[in-house]
Structures are given as C-alpha cells and as structure tokens.
C-alpha cells in the first residue's frame, strides 16, 4: 500500500446546490458521498477517524480485489464480491488493494436513521412482520456475495443509483438516496449469517421480548412509554413488563432509557454536533432536559462527559483524504 492516504475528490463536491422552491429541507449532498474506486494500479486507502467525519456510517460494495478495514478495535478483511457495512463510531481506516473495484459509501448516521424508522416509509412496523433494518445499521457486518446473482446485481444497482443522485442532486434526491438505503440494509438482513442471533445479546429471552427490542430500534428517538411499546406489539403492559423483566432483570422504561443513553454516548464521542443538536436529533424537544436526563445516568452532564472522552482519546489526526 502507499504510504500516503489516496486523495479523492468527493463525487457530489461538484454539484452546485440551486435554491428552489421544492428543495429538499437538508441538501442529500451534505449528507452523503460515494467515491467510485474502478481498477486503479494502486492500492487506495480512506481515513475516517477524525472529528469531522465521527457521525457517518459507510458501506463498502467491494466488486473485485480485497478491502482491509481498521475499526476502533481490531482489523477485519474481505474478499470481492463482498458488502462490508460499518456503523457510526467504528471506523477507522478503508483501503482496498491494487486493482480492486467497487465503491465506498459515506452516509450521516440521522439519514440512515431515517431511512430505517419511517414506518410509513414502504418498511413494515416491527410488530407487523418488518425488517430490523436500524439494528442491521447498528452492526458490522461483512457479507459474502455471489458473482452474477441476483443479489449481487441488485446491491450494484443500489450504489450506481446512490452516485448518480449525489452527482445530479435532482428533487427528491433525499428521498431516492434514502429508499437505496433500505435496499442496502435489507440486503443486510437477508444475507448476514447470524444478524437475527445477534439479537439475542441481551441473553435468550422470549419472543415477546425479541419484538420489544425490534420495536425499541425503530422507535426510542421517539420517546414512546411503555404503554406505546405495549400497544404496537398487542400485548398488556403486565406481559411486556414481565417478559422485559425475566430477559434482563430490569423493567422496560430502564431498557428504554439505557438505549437512548447509549445512543446518546455514541454521538457525543463520535459527532461533531453541538449538544443542543444531538438532543434534538434523539428526539428531546428541550435540551436542559436531555442535559438533566444525561447526567442522572451517566452522571456528568453532556458537555463535561464529551470533553473528558475527547481528553482520554487525545489521537493524533493525520488524515488526508478529503472526507466528510
């Protein structure tokens, strides 16, 4: 590999943004990037750990050749034809050796939230037979694909459409954008071996509580009670409370609460955000009160357990590419 991180220009770095009335509210383009890699006679590398680019998940279509990808821990590797998905905070470094083909995907962590929990957004609730598509967001994953299939042809579509919406940035650009995201995802769910086993890290549990979870991935932004939780999956508090209960020895407001804190934790670390716009993003309408609410748990409120995280890491930043 080079010495030096491969500069890439971003695909959408081009596209001037003209004010119109029908204009998405958020520009797709300052959301998204995607840099198509197409046989170079180099190995090509993207550096992800710097403060600007800590609330971006990627995806990884690698169509030939081998990709190294260095997490926050560890390394892991694969070999063409393969989809790499890697969640907010957890990337370091992507590089992909001589010759290799595909693409590498950068994507704001609140689209593909979104793109994930918008139940009128043509993905059925979790209660109704839907896809955990937010938990398969929130995981690593690496999938072997099959050169030629089906799956494979419909993965390669997904990212061409993604490139071409970001270079064009036409109407509606956010919605396509976020529609091929869900495509992406659902591949996810489909081919990852064990992603529905991961599930079950809270320990066995019952299929009442394994809903819980599904459910409380679509919709703990949206501060929902138990009584909400209960409702959508069709079953009395008592029940959901007693299957919460037997799974994790805790009731479900605590199992509730405990994901959005470590939603909350993530984005401190890993966005360069504002504490104010973190709040809003996981859904609090007061930031005072997401401040209160922080600090009864982790007991340090949002911006003293930001900059003593930042303190602890203290890395030296020697990126190169030009990344969002």
């Known amino acids: 590999m080079n010495n030096g991180s491969t500069q890439f220009a971003p695909v959408s770095s081009a596209v001037e943004l003209v004010a119109a009335p029908f204009a998405d509210p958020v520009p797709v383009t300052s959301q998204a990037m995607i840099d198509r890699f197409d046989r170079s006679l180099s190995a090509q590398q993207w550096m992800m750990n710097d403060p600007g680019r800590r609330d971006r998940c990627y995806g990884v279509l690698l169509l030939s050749g081998r990709a190294q990808i260095q997490l926050r821990q560890g390394t892991i590797e694969a070999k063409a034809p393969a989809l790499i998905w890697l969640p907010l905070g957890e990337t370091q470094a992507v590089s992909v050796t001589a010759g290799a083909d595909g693409y590498v995907l950068s994507v704001a962590d609140d689209l593909v939230a979104r793109s994930c929990g918008n139940p009128g957004g043509g993905i059925a609730g979790a ?5 955990p598509l937010r938990f398969a967001a929130d995981t690593v994953h690496v999938v072997s694909l099959t050169d030629g299939d089906r799956d ?3 993965l390669s579509s997904s990212f ?3 490139r071409s919406e970001l270079m064009h940035n036409a109407l509606g650009a956010s919605v396509v954008v976020g529609a091929q995201l869900q495509v992406i995802l659902t591949m996810v769910v489909r081919l990852a071996q064990g992603v529905m086993e991961q599930r079950h890290q809270h320990g066995p549990g019952s299929i009442t509580f394994q809903r819980f979870l599904q459910v409380l991935e679509l919709h703990f932004r949206e501060h929902w009670n138990v009584a909400d939780y209960a409702s959508t999956l069709g ?3 008592r029940r959901l409370g007693s299957a919460v209960l037997r799974a994790t020895g805790k009731p479900p407001l605590t199992i509730v609460h405990e994901r959005v804190i470590r939603d909350a934790c993530m984005r401190l670390e890993q966005s360069p955000l504002g504490v104010a716009q973190i709040a809003y993003g996981l859904g609090f309408r007061d930031p005072a009160y997401f401040s209160r609410f922080f600090k009864r748990y982790i007991g340090d409120a949002p911006g003293a357990y930001r900059r003593l995280r930042r303190a602890e890491e203290r890395v030296p930043d020697n990126t190169f590419a030009a990344w969002p």
Do not use: P, R, T
């Open 152 to 154: 494979h042809a419909l």
């Open 160 to 162: 061409d459409a993604i």
């Open 127 to 131: 209660a109704g037979g839907g896809l």
């Open 235 to 237: 079953i009395s508090e």
